[in-house]
């Protein structure tokens, strides 16, 4: 099956695309290699994804049309897995510009080619922060979402309005996923984990924001990935089940992809220091705009979809995570 993947170069995109490939799948990776982080990583994310025969890139932005929807044309995907993005809450409050640019106009871009193209199935990245300051957990897709911290959450609600729009006017079957604090190897330098890594490999004190009293459902990129591929067979129709956050007027969903096993912050701290053998120096600050003190998933929905939600605990997430680290940073 032919899949086009937007953001392949990056983080998450990688994770599926490579996962893709294992299966057989024939992947066109769409990405910009933007400037925002170290475009060396994404290379080398893009270096191992193109050692495939059945994988190749085109570097395009989202946000051009011209160029984005030549590639697409071209290439007539049947399923589109849409993970373009700017990433980064706290990023947003300072550049927001960025984001109407990638998130929405590169979201629109990608609804009007499948309106022309018609996929069989169109699945796009939203995330947890659309939960904003809800407090009621565990988490579910049926909540309202009408109270985002940031512009980043702002721009990622409403692509799933936008999403929804265009599936009931076309047609397309959509469903966007939530993802919950993803970690693993190859992540971005300006996430969390890879922050606290290089502070403790460097004997650096590392932000702790609230003072350490934060929980959050932290996802292994590999089940995240896992569950993005079972998720493309699971076509929104107009069959629902148990909990379904299908539409009533639209072959459209949302699901989210987590653990639904919260950790405190300070015992993901922990797990660091035990993998990389040095004690943290912590700097204990208080909370940033924008933040949340906890987060936690339903998996339901998506464990009845597919059979499948992420469980890999941070005892065993977080070593691989280093082993990771320490093989491509680590002094």
Do not use: C
Not at 41 to 48: A, C, S
Not at 146 to 158: D, E, I, S, V
Not at 174 to 186: E, L, M, P, Q, S
């Amino acid at each position: 099956m032919k899949f086009l993947v937007t953001g392949s170069a990056g983080f998450i995109g990688f994770h599926v695309a490579s996962r893709l490939l294992q299966d057989g799948h024939e992947v066109l990776g769409i990405d910009n290699f933007s400037e925002y982080y170290d475009v060396t990583l994404k290379e080398r994310r893009n270096d191992i994804l193109s050692n495939h025969a059945n994988f190749r890139v085109e570097r395009v932005s989202v946000d051009d049309m011209a160029a984005f929807g030549a590639a697409w044309e071209a290439f007539r995907p049947d399923i589109v897995i849409h993970l373009a993005a700017q990433a980064g809450v706290r990023y947003s409050i300072d550049h927001p510009e960025s984001y109407v640019q990638a998130n929405l106009i590169g979201t629109f871009n990608v609804l009007e080619l499948a309106r022309r193209t018609q996929p069989r199935h169109l699945l796009a990245a939203s995330t947890s922060s659309v939960y904003g300051a809800n407090t009621n957990m565990p988490f579910e897709e049926g909540q309202k979402v009408a109270t985002p911290l940031t512009f980043y959450a702002a721009t990622k609600a409403a692509t799933e309005l936008m999403g929804h729009s265009y599936a009931h006017l076309f047609g397309v079957p959509t469903t966007f996923f939530r993802f919950f604090t993803v970690y693993g190897a190859w992540s971005r330098p300006d996430m969390a984990p890879l922050k606290f890594a290089s502070a403790i490999d460097a004997g650096r004190p590392l932000d702790v924001y609230n003072r350490g009293e934060m929980v959050r459902d932290f996802t292994y990129v590999e089940d995240l990935a896992e569950a993005v591929v079972r998720l493309a067979d699971a076509v929104p129709g107009k069959e629902s089940i148990e909990g379904d956050s299908l539409s009533p007027v639209a072959p459209w969903r949302v699901v989210n992809i987590g653990q639904g096993t919260p950790v405190r912050l300070m015992d993901f701290i922990a797990e660091i220091e035990r993998a990389m053998r040095k004690p943290a120096i912590l700097e204990l600050l208080p909370m940033q705009p924008g933040d949340v003190p906890a987060t936690e998933a339903s998996p339901d929905l998506l464990r009845r979809l597919t059979g499948y939600a992420p469980s890999t605990p941070v005892s065993v997430g977080v070593p691989a995570f280093v082993r990771w680290y320490k093989e491509h940073y680590a002094a």
